[in-house]
C-alpha cells in the first residue's frame, strides 16, 4: 500500500479557484474521508488524485515521488465511481477481470485473482451472472472487485453507495467497512452522508467553498469542531446555535435566560447538540418552550421545540419521551457540553 501526500494543492478553471491550500498527510493503510456540502470540491480533489484532473498548484505525492505529470494509469490507484459501469455483456468473472485481460495478463493468473476478490467480497457463487441478473448492492461489489484485483497502492471510492437504497447502503457500507479491515489498503472516500463518513473513517476531512475546515478523527470532529460549519455539518440531527451576548458575568441568551461562564467574552453565538438538552416540567429548566413536533423513532425520540426569541430548538432523548405536540416543556442545556464561537464562526475555548 502507499502513504499519500497533498502539499498546498490548488485546483482552478480560468480565474475560478475550487480548492486552494490543500495540506493532507494520508498514512499507509488509512482510511480518510472527505465530506462537505454539494460543490465543496471533494469529487475534484479525488479526480486529482487519480489523475483524471490536472494538478494547478501544489504537489501530490506517493510514498515520496512526486505524481503531478504521471498519467492515471501509472499511478497504481484504483477507483471506484458512483456508477456501477459494468459492460453489460459480460459476466461477473470477466467484468473483475478485464483490466488484466487488455493489459495481457495469462488467464491462469486473472482466473485466481478474480476468485480471490469474489471470495473476499461473497461473489463465488455469481461469477458466471450478468449485471442485469444481480442487485443493486451486488454490481457495487463488482465495481469493488473490479478494483480491487489490481493490487493497488490506495482505492478512491467516489461516492459508491448513492445510488442504492437505505437497506442496501447499511448493507455495503459495513462490506466496505470489512474490505478495509481484511486489505489493511490505503482509502480515500467521498461522500456527502455524514453518517458514512462517521461510521468508516479513521480520519474525516471537512471541505467547504474548496477550503479544508478541519480535519480529525469522526470524535474529534463531534466533540471538538474547529468552526461553527463543521459544528452543524457532522451531527445528525445538527447542533442548535443560538445567538448570545456576553458579559462579565457569563452569557445572556434570548429572552432573558442566563448562563454563568468563565471566559466566554468573546462568544456571539453558542451551539448545543440536541442530545446535550434535558427535558423538565416548565419553569424548572433555563428556558421554556413549547413541543411543535415529536418524533417517536422507537430507540429515540426528536423534539422540535418553539423556545421564543431563541428559535426552534431540537432536542433528541434516548427512548419514547412523554410529550406531546403542543406541551410546554422546560429545557436544561448541560453546562459541559456547551460549544462557544466567536463572530468569525471559530470555536472558542471550552467554558468554565
Known amino acids: 500500500m502507499a502513504r499519500l501526500e497533498l502539499k498546498n494543492?490548488?485546483?482552478?478553471?480560468?480565474?475560478?479557484?475550487?480548492?486552494?491550500?490543500?495540506?493532507?498527510?494520508?498514512?499507509?493503510?488509512?482510511?480518510?474521508?472527505?465530506v462537505g456540502p454539494s460543490g465543496c470540491g471533494k469529487s475534484t480533489l479525488l479526480r486529482m488524485i487519480a489523475g483524471l484532473e490536472p494538478i494547478s498548484a501544489g504537489d501530490f505525492l506517493i510514498d515520496g515521488v512526486r505524481m503531478n505529470d504521471v498519467p492515471p494509469r501509472n499511478r497504481d490507484i484504483a477507483m471506484v465511481f458512483q456508477s456501477y459501469a459494468l459492460y453489460p455483456h459480460m459476466d461477473v468473472a470477466r467484468n473483475m477481470g478485464f483490466s488484466m485481460e487488455i493489459r495481457g495478463e495469462v488467464r491462469a493468473a486473472r482466473a485466481e485473482k478474480v476468485a480471490a476478490a469474489a471470495k473476499t467480497l461473497g461473489l463465488a457463487a455469481l461469477t458466471e451472472r450478468l449485471p442485469r441478473a444481480?442487485?443493486?448492492?451486488?454490481?457495487?461489489?463488482?465495481a469493488m472487485g473490479r478494483a480491487i484485483v489490481r493490487d493497488?497502492?490506495?482505492?478512491?471510492?467516489?461516492?459508491?453507495?448513492?445510488?442504492?437504497?437505505a437497506a442496501l447502503r447499511v448493507e455495503m457500507r459495513l462490506e466496505i467497512a470489512r474490505l478495509h479491515q481484511r486489505l489493511g489498503a490505503t482509502m480515500i472516500y467521498v461522500t456527502h452522508d455524514q453518517v458514512e463518513a462517521m461510521t468508516l473513517a479513521d480520519r474525516i476531512?471537512?471541505?467547504?467553498?474548496g477550503k479544508v475546515q478541519q480535519v480529525g478523527t469522526p470524535l474529534d470532529l463531534y466533540e471538538r469542531p474547529a468552526n461553527?460549519?463543521?459544528?452543524?455539518?457532522?451531527?445528525?440531527?445538527?447542533?442548535n446555535v443560538v445567538p448570545v451576548d456576553a458579559d462579565a458575568d457569563g452569557l445572556v441568551l434570548g429572552g432573558g435566560a442566563r448562563l454563568a461562564l468563565?471566559?466566554?467574552?468573546?462568544?456571539?453565538?453558542?451551539g448545543v447538540r440536541p442530545e446535550h438538552i434535558e427535558v423538565a416540567a416548565p419553569g424548572e429548566g433555563l428556558i421554556d418552550g413549547t413541543a411543535d413536533v415529536v418524533e417517536r423513532l422507537g430507540s429515540d425520540t426528536n423534539l422540535y421545540v418553539n423556545a421564543g426569541d431563541l428559535g426552534m430548538l431540537t432536542v433528541r432523548r434516548a427512548g419514547n419521551l412523554?410529550?406531546?405536540?403542543?406541551?410546554?416543556?422546560?429545557?436544561?442545556?448541560?453546562?459541559e457540553n456547551l460549544h462557544l464561537f466567536d463572530e468569525a464562526g471559530l470555536a472558542l475555548a471550552r467554558p468554565a
Open 228 to 239: 461553527r460549519f463543521v459544528a452543524q455539518f457532522i451531527g445528525s440531527p445538527t447542533m
Open 152 to 165: 493497488p497502492r490506495a482505492f478512491l471510492f467516489d461516492e459508491p453507495l448513492s445510488n442504492l437504497d
Open 322 to 335: 412523554p410529550v406531546r405536540p403542543g406541551e410546554r416543556i422546560g429545557l436544561h442545556l448541560r453546562p
Open 9 to 34: 494543492i490548488a485546483k482552478r478553471y480560468g480565474a475560478v479557484e475550487v480548492l486552494s491550500e490543500v495540506d493532507l498527510d494520508i498514512a499507509d493503510g488509512e482510511f480518510l474521508v472527505l
Open 262 to 270: 468563565t471566559g466566554a467574552g468573546a462568544a456571539t453565538t453558542l
Open 134 to 142: 444481480l442487485s443493486g448492492g451486488q454490481r457495487q461489489r463488482v
Open 205 to 209: 476531512v471537512v471541505l467547504n467553498g
